[in-house]
């Protein structure tokens, strides 16, 4: 009997051991659970991203793909590494990344910008996920270790139940016909992180506001609209980026002072 309380009190323990380990912050300051291991979860970003190349046709447009490389090596280099941009060659208004680097972009969604400073809000909103770790994150809320294990090895096989599941957990489950959208807290998170990632870089914040209603317009017509079907638009995402929007303008203006211009020509 003192043998079996004893393995409880050491299994309470342990649980609280690993609750702690597992307690992390992200850029908001908010707190997070995620117990993955980041290089586990940055190697099954890097198959997911080698299994859409492999799969999904590559823009061969040099225009697109210096346009997009700009922007995104503008914002990139507020966080640090060398990270891999690819344009995808597909009509859907959709990007991505994922951890261990990558981006992804489609030329619908270049097609339906303006200017750098809106495609810099939806490559910022993207690097914002993974900066949050929200791929890790959604991962240890759906699943336990023993799972989260099998799941690395999944995604080198996308089309299997469970491999669609990984791949929908990293953020791209849309490009195999799964959608697991991220939540909203996630979303707003990532939003104000975006932001703030594009002001930094010397982009113009105010045209995100811009984007976002653009992106909404683009939804109710004949094209496709994936980037908001694995992305849900809020009623209250604009009203979250304006309430920032002051925030985001001072880190402008320091950013110009600072000498950075980003000058990405569509």
Not at 14 to 37: E, K
Not at 50 to 55: A, I, T
């Amino acid at each position: 009997m003192k043998f079996k309380v004893f393995l409880v009190k050491v299994s309470l323990v342990l649980l609280v051991m690993i609750f702690l380990s597992a307690c992390a912050t992200t850029p908001t300051g908010r707190s997070q659970f995620v117990f993955m291991p980041d290089n586990e979860v940055d190697a099954m970003g890097l198959q997911a991203f080698d299994n859409l190349k492999k799969e999904k046709p590559i823009s061969g447009n040099a225009g697109y793909i210096q346009f997009v490389q700009c922007i995104s090596n503008a914002i990139t280099r507020e966080v640090g590494g060398e990270w891999e941009v690819v344009v995808f060659d597909e009509a859907s208004l959709n990007a991505f990344a994922l951890p261990g680097r990558k981006i992804g972009v489609h030329t619908g969604l270049v097609d339906l910008v303006d200017n750098q400073d809106q495609l810099a809000t939806v490559i910022g909103h993207e690097v914002g996920h993974v900066l949050a770790k929200h791929s890790n994150e959604r991962m240890s809320q759906e699943l336990g270790t023993q799972m989260g294990i099998s799941l690395i090895s999944a995604v080198a096989a996308p089309q299997t139940a469970l491999g669609q599941t990984a791949v929908s957990l990293l953020g791209v489950g849309a490009e195999y016909g799964v959608i697991m959208p991220f939540s909203r807290l996630h979303e707003s998170e990532a939003d104000i992180i975006g932001l703030d990632l594009m002001a930094k870089a010397g982009f113009y914040p105010i045209e995100s506001v811009t984007l976002w209603q653009k992106m909404a317009q683009a939804s109710k017509g004949a094209q496709p609209a994936e980037f908001l079907s694995t992305h849900p638009s809020h009623a209250t995402r604009i009203e979250d980026l304006q309430a920032h929007m002051p925030i985001a303008l001072k880190l402008k203006q320091q950013a110009n002072a600072q000498g950075k211009n980003p000058h990405c020509m569509k």
